[in-house]
């Protein structure tokens, strides 16, 4: 099959870029991605590439995870009371080489756990034709970073990985992403920047009081 992306890491930094591009796009406050966003993702792009950038460790999204309250499902985004009680979901099937770390756990609903199985997780988002929240998003890039690093396959050319038992699919890797209006969810401090911004800017057609 012939890919556009030469080596895996060309593919994972431009998934990973958008992911920094919304997070620019919130910091700014903007609603839609402009130009400079797009400027912006390229620079991280080209930033990942020469090894002056590095996609993080998934310490504090861990951390992030651990401290939450238990009361949402990370897949879904139903509060418990709605949903029923929450599960540890592998991230990384375990069918699939995913391992019992905390790194690859996650907590889920059962109908969302049960829904996943063994199936790679954007390849079910993709399925139900949503796109992925933003912090799982996040989790599971990191994840395949880290496992890329370990198996030494960042600089392998996407053809020779077609070829390879992996614990996730790379062909559902997004390339285009939400606007930040429209994305299902932010990290908590960009959501708390949204929320602000809204006080001051009025609602899309709605008159200015
Ligand atoms: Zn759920």
């Known amino acids: 099959m012939a890919h556009k992306y030469q080596t895996f890491a060309d593919l994972l930094y431009a998934s990973y870029s958008g992911l920094q591009m919304l997070a620019f796009a919130f910091g700014k406050g903007k609603y ?4 400079d966003c797009y400027a912006f993702r390229q620079s991280v792009i080209r930033k990942l590439k020469a090894g002056e950038m590095k996609i993080g460790d998934l310490y504090q999204n861990v951390i992030r995870q651990m401290t939450s309250p238990h009361d949402v499902c990370w897949y879904c985004g139903r509060s418990v009371s709605v949903c029923g009680s929450l599960t540890a979901d592998h991230i990384f099937p ?16 059962r ?10 997780l954007l390849a079910w988002y993709h399925e139900r034709g949503e796109f992925p929240p933003l912090r799982v ?12 690093i370990a198996n030494d396959l960042l600089n392998q050319p996407l053809e ?3 070829e390879l038992d992996l614990p996730f699919d790379f062909h559902f ?3 285009t992403y939400p606007h930040p209006e429209d994305a299902q969810d932010a990290l908590p401090s960009q959501v708390v920047q949204l929320k602000r911004l809204e006080k001051i800017v ?5 008159a200015q009081k």
């Open 94 to 109: 375990r069918m699939k080489g995913g391992e019992d770390i905390s790194d690859n756990l996650i907590m889920v609903c």
């Open 202 to 206: 009025p609602e899309k057609g709605e």
């Open 160 to 162: 020779a990985l077609d």
């Open 173 to 175: 890797f997004p390339r």
């Open 32 to 35: 839609r991605c402009d130009k």
């Open 137 to 148: 998003l996040v989790h599971y890039l990191k994840l395949v970073n880290q496992y890329a």
């Open 111 to 120: 109908s969302c756990n049960s829904s996943k199985g063994a199936k790679d």
